[in-house]
């Protein structure tokens, strides 16, 4: 028997910003650090630095413990000198986010300084969407199909009158989410998914997009430039090698 559940959405307007994140896999191996740090407004100041990890064995690294690093991150106003956790992160619960501030890093690593900055995105404006429910029919083990008809997307906009990017990310926010089909052998997928980085001022999304039931949340981050060519570089490989995008001087 086909059954029909309810699948609700719920939406979030959000600002992220990312610093930067870089792998070198060449065979001139220079020891320059790895940093991740994704800022969102109202958020906390977590940053990482990792090692490269290089392509052959005779590859050397500095003295420098990842651990040990002294970080500075200015705002504009203040300098604040991060807080070492332990496996390369450092954090600091006293500086601030702020939509539209400039932040910017240093710090010294194999006898050269890394530098980095960012700005970060103002939130969303005026995010709406279609649809808060959706009726999804259950499909039957060994069938295919299920979902609305692909002509009925769910439409979401906002302003972008300066054709910045944004990023759409769609969450299953129940403990047990139950299917829309069984799976069988293949790989379940994931309760989380996102779309491309668009320029635009609208998405839609087709129905069959979704494959749980229950409450979903829908974010919408703005996000700079620099963090969208992170998804051109996704189809990098060991046949297709070229260097990852950075904003960072020497890292």
């Known amino acids: 028997m086909k059954l029909k559940r309810i699948l609700t959405i719920h939406s979030i307007i959000c600002s992220v910003m990312v610093i930067s994140c870089v792998k070198e896999t060449t065979a001139s191996f220079e020891d320059n650090p790895v940093i991740e740090a994704y800022l969102a407004s109202g958020s906390s100041f977590e940053l990482k630095v990792s090692r490269q990890v290089p392509s052959f064995d005779e590859a050397s690294f500095s003295t420098d413990d990842i651990n040990n690093l002294t970080i500075t991150v200015t705002n504009g106003i203040d300098s604040y000198l991060l807080d070492a956790q332990g496996g390369g992160i450092y954090t600091k619960a006293e500086l ?84 829309v089909r069984d799976f069988g052998e293949n790989e379940t997928p994931q309760i989380r998914f996102r779309n491309e980085p668009t320029q635009g001022e609208s998405y839609e999304m087709n129905t069959r997009s979704f494959y749980y039931y229950g409450t979903h949340r829908i974010l919408l981050y703005h996000i700079n430039p620099d963090y969208a060519t992170l998804y051109d570089d996704a189809d990098n490989s060991s046949q297709n090698l070229t260097t990852p995008s950075t904003g960072i001087e020497n890292g």
Do not use: H
């Open 96 to 179: 601030p986010i702020v939509e539209e501030s400039l932040y910017e890093l240093s710090l010294e690593y194999n006898n050269k300084m890394v530098l980095a900055s960012t700005t970060i995105p103002t939130a969303p404006v005026n995010f709406q969407q279609s649809t808060t429910s959706l009726v999804i029919e259950q499909v039957e083990p060994g069938t295919f199909g299920g979902g609305l008809p692909s002509n009925d997307p769910i439409t979401f906009n906002w302003d972008n009158s300066n054709q910045s990017y944004y990023v759409l990310v769609v969450e299953n926010i129940e403990i047990n989410p139950e299917p």
